[in-house]
């Protein structure tokens, strides 16, 4: 897939979907307390998306909540089957925070980098060559610095 090209996914049920740009954003696993609750997991695999360049089709559900790092974050999901689809941080309201397990090409991603080491689960052994930060970083530039293309 190349920078540009259509990225497509939705829910569970097929009720929702969705469609964006790649614009290069690399995907991540995010091991933060609350991804681990929301998400019912261990972990979330997520990606970023301009909201400019998201569409989505079917009826969806919307909710706040305050993230780990204490900012406010909506997050998208289906009405029916109650998929979680996407978020969005308040702190930058420009990106869309997509579920990449809702990607229909989801099984081809692998995560660039690891956020929140210091919450993962002490059963999770991440690879020793991709970067593992205990949190995540503090500023907006420094988020983009790390999920934009190098």
Not at 39 to 64: K, P, R
Request: glycine residues 8%.
């Amino acid at each position: 897939m190349a920078i540009g090209d259509a990225i497509t996914g939705g829910c569970a049920c097929g009720a929702v979907r969705w469609r964006a740009v790649d614009r290069g954003f690399r995907p991540y696993a995010c091991h933060c307390k609350g991804c681990q609750t929301r998400q019912g997991s261990a972990f979330a695999l997520n990606q970023q998306v301009l909201v400019t360049d998201l569409a989505t089709e079917g009826a969806a559900i919307e909710g706040t909540c305050t993230g780990s790092h204490g900012a406010t974050v909506t997050h998208v999901a289906c009405r029916s089957c109650m998929t979680r689809l996407y978020t969005i941080n308040h702190e930058r309201p420009e990106i869309a925070t997509i579920r990449t397990g809702t990607r229909d090409d989801s099984p081809d991603l692998v995560p660039a980098f690891h956020v929140w080491t210091s919450r993962k689960q002490p059963w999770i052994a991440l690879p020793d060559d991709v970067p593992q930060l205990e949190t995540q970083p503090s500023t907006r530039e420094g988020w983009m610095a790390l999920v934009l293309p190098a």
